[in-house]
């Protein structure tokens, strides 16, 4: 059937194409579509508008021979992709940042014969964290906790004031108090500690973030877009509490949505025995336990 496909559209095709080609061209058409759907939503598609109508003039002014802007478009054009790189670095690093993220390979192989994976932080940090934070909501006590999952927040734990203690909510509510050292900044926790407080979060420059929303909701945004981090956070004003994850704000939850995401983040599963090319095929070997 598909070599009846290639020899139709040879039939119509100035040059032979074969099965490579229409590959390649499957997956360009997929990443110039990638490309279109991250300039749509970030500030490059204002840009690429722009680049649209200078296009367009200098289209205009190569039918009509004005040589004059066609000397300025070429020297602009040498310099222009250098500033547009300078320009846009934090898209470009952001969208970098997303495709490391990806585990593309990940659905499809497995290299490891044997692979356990343990819960990520135990029942008890569960409980302290949210009696701790709706504790806080009670006499609006801001609060911005941020959780590390797969990627490494040294650099962030780094900025603040390191603890290195067992989670209570004790602790957590004295951290967050008014007027103490530790209060102002985020508490960074890894597993089942407590690993820094007063720590300096990215902020998000998201235009489309309410503008009521604070410091500590853009921070807790900002470090979800650049990190895997789940983030909680009391506001000081309406002792709300939000989460973020992946860039997305979700705001006032109440105490068993918070435990929902807490335990799904949670991670309860066991993967064993065998090497194999599909994680939905499950031979007899292999076993998944969700506690």
């Known amino acids: 059937m598909l070599d009846n496909l290639i020899t139709n559209i040879n039939k119509y095709m100035p040059m032979a194409v074969n099965l490579t080609d229409i590959i390649e061209i499957i997956i360009i058409s997929i ?11 970030t500030r490059a598609w204002s840009l690429f508008k722009g680049i649209v109508i200078i296009l367009t003039f200098t289209l205009i002014a190569l039918y009509f021979h004005m040589n004059t802007i066609l000397w300025i478009a070429e020297k602009t054009l040498n310099v222009g992709v250098i500033a547009l790189i300078i320009v846009f670095q934090p898209e470009l690093r952001k969208a970098l940042e997303q495709i490391g993220k990806k585990k593309f390979l990940s659905k499809f192989l497995s290299l490891s014969e044997i692979k ?3 819960e990520k ?5 569960i409980n302290e964290l949210i009696k701790a934070v709706y504790e806080m909501a009670k006499t609006k006590t801001g609060a911005l906790i941020v959780i590390e999952q797969d990627n490494n927040l040294s650099e962030y ?4 004031i390191s603890i290195d203690s067992e989670i209570s ?16 900044g985020a508490v960074i926790i890894k597993g089942d500690r407590i690993v820094s407080a007063t720590c300096y979060l990215p902020l998000s420059d998201n235009m489309e973030l309410s503008k009521e929303l604070g410091t500590r909701h853009r921070a807790a ?8 981090s789940f983030t909680i956070v009391v506001s000081e004003e309406t002792g709300k ?3 973020a994850s992946g860039g997305q704000l979700l705001r006032n939850i109440d105490g068993d949505t918070l435990r929902q995401l ?3 983040l949670q991670n309860k599963t066991v993967e064993t025995k065998r090497f194999r090319l599909l994680r939905g095929k499950r031979g007899n070997n292999e076993e998944i336990s969700n506690k």
């Open 262 to 264: 807490l335990v799904k």
């Open 121 to 125: 932080f135990g029942d008890r940090t």
């Open 31 to 41: 990443v110039f579509y990638h490309i279109m759907l991250w300039i749509k939503n």
């Open 241 to 243: 509490v939000s989460v």
């Open 221 to 228: 945004v900002g470090i979800s877009e650049v990190t895997d």
């Open 116 to 118: 356990n994976v343990s």
């Open 157 to 160: 734990i780094a900025t603040g």
């Open 169 to 184: 909510n004790q602790l957590i509510i004295n951290i967050f108090e008014h007027n103490t050292p530790l209060h102002d």
